[in-house]
């Protein structure tokens, strides 16, 4: 199957700064890119819908200014927390789109203290 | 409003034996099924799809079947292994849309 790669794949950070996790496809290249975010013992949530080239398209709920998706090229997407706050602490992941498949990353645990 | 639904939380079945998860969804327009497989602190990886035009698809030890009039897919492991143990997400969509809309996901533990 493709692969698609996150990083870091851990990262905490005080209350108030900003964190950037990058999302890459590295054998295909993925027009368009979701970000999910799994909560303990719960299903993953779709956060955005990112397309390349274009603004991605956020969930009901998900604050756009607070999550700042940007998809430069086919291979990357990034999503930026901006002034984040303990209850963002949660399991990110990323996917790639295939034909009907999507391609998961291997999450990014983000601890905010 | 809960799409995608796995009632079960967890199953737990011995090593060997057949593993059935089950999944029931309420959006008739959903015509491409798929199960994904979750360890901890990992992204799902894909284990197998459908299309709603069929009722069934194997692939080594894991089949997933398609009843549509009941909307409901069910995925059988057999036989179940050890390295079987994961969380299993099944998810759904539109043809031709863009999102996935997964279930819960049911925790399977393999037991010895």
């Known amino acids: 199957g493709a692969v698609v790669s996150q990083h870091p794949s851990r990262v905490i950070c005080k209350s108030g700064t900003s964190v950037k996790i990058e999302c890459r496809s590295l054998?295909?290249?993925?027009?368009?890119m979701f970000w999910y975010r799994q909560f303990p013992k719960q299903s993953l949530m779709l956060m955005a819908t990112s397309n390349e080239g274009s603004k991605a398209t956020y969930e009901q709920g998900v604050e756009k200014d607070k999550f700042l998706i940007n998809h430069a090229s086919l291979t990357l997407s990034t999503l930026t927390v901006t002034s984040a706050h303990p209850e963002d602490s949660s399991f990110y992941i990323c996917s790639g789109q295939g034909t009907y498949e999507q391609y998961f990353g291997p999450g990014t645990r983000l601890t905010v203290t | 409003d809960q799409q995608v639904k796995q009632n079960s939380p967890s199953l737990s079945v011995q090593e060997g034996r057949i593993s059935i998860l089950n999944c029931d969804y309420t959006n008739s327009m959903f015509d491409y099924f798929l199960w994904y497989k979750k360890y901890p602190a990992e992204g799902p990886t894909f284990l197998i799809s459908i299309s709603s035009i069929k009722d069934k698809n194997e692939d080594g030890r894991f089949t997933v079947f398609l009843n549509k009039s009941a909307k409901h897919l069910s995925l059988h492991i057999v036989p179940s292994q050890p390295g079987d143990s994961a969380v299993y997400f099944c998810a759904a969509i539109i043809q031709g849309a863009q999102k996935l809309v997964f279930g819960q996901g049911t925790r399977l533990t393999i037991n010895p």
């Open positions: 054998d295909f290249q993925a027009t368009t």
